[in-house]
């Protein structure tokens, strides 16, 4: 069964980002990351490895609850989000939404690239996508992106791909959910972590973000 997305605009609050300068003003994010060329794979959602004090500060989420797990790659100082499920109409199903409201111009940038690491065993799709909005606050609802989806994975795996930008979205959000893939699925948990947003495709699953954990991947010894 793989249902639609909803909009829960109704009971989250946006928050606008503006991250970068350049000296044209009135440019949206996107356009500022083109005229940037060191941060062309830059991630737009602010906290995307679920850092402490990430939930439920940065997301709405309904049905189903999130809270904090062990990072995806043991990083001291990270997290992961641990999203599990709840009963909605006939079957269990968990939703994510992004308070980050984006402004995109899809003229300069048609698509979007997402990504994300996500770990479950229950026969669920996990799912990434942009809720597109016809106003730079997120107000105006245009619907969602075809979804980016994976299959169970009982090991840490890797979810992403291309997303398509509406003609007329001048703003958007970054969503998650997990899809029953039967209707008999009972509750369940999926882990998410690294999620990403941007006008390329992520090269590394960790790039020296800012978080305390980002370069605990890392060796300084040569040849390890």
Do not use: K
Request: aromatic share 10%; charged share 10%.
């Amino acid at each position: 069964m793989f249902r639609s997305f909803r909009s829960f605009r109704s009971f989250r609050s946006f928050r606008s980002i503006r991250p970068f300068r350049c000296q044209s003003v009135g440019l949206s994010v996107l356009a500022v990351l083109s005229c940037l060329n060191a941060a062309s794979a830059q991630n737009l959602i602010t906290n995307g490895e679920f850092d402490p004090g990430s939930v439920p500060g940065d997301w709405s989420v309904g049905p189903g609850s999130l809270s904090l797990t062990l990072d995806s790659g043991g990083c001291p100082g990270s997290n992961a989000g641990l999203a599990m499920s709840a009963q909605s109409a006939s079957s269990q199903y968990f939703a994510m939404y992004s308070h980050e409201c984006i402004p995109v111009d899809p003229v300069a940038t048609p698509t979007l690239e997402i990504g994300a690491l996500y770990r479950t065993i229950a026969n669920v799709w996990t799912r990434l996508a942009i809720q597109q909005f016809s106003d730079p606050t997120c107000s105006t609802n245009l619907g969602f992106s075809a979804p980016v989806f994976a299959n169970p994975s009982g090991t840490w795996n890797s979810i992403g791909g291309t997303v398509t930008l509406a003609a007329s979205a001048q703003a958007v959000a970054f969503v998650v959910d997990a899809n029953p893939m039967t209707v008999d699925v009972p509750q369940f948990v999926v882990e998410i972590d690294r999620l990403y947003l941007g006008i390329q495709p992520r090269i590394y699953v960790d790039g020296f973000e800012t978080e305390s954990g980002g370069a605990c991947h890392w060796s300084t010894a040569i040849g390890l």
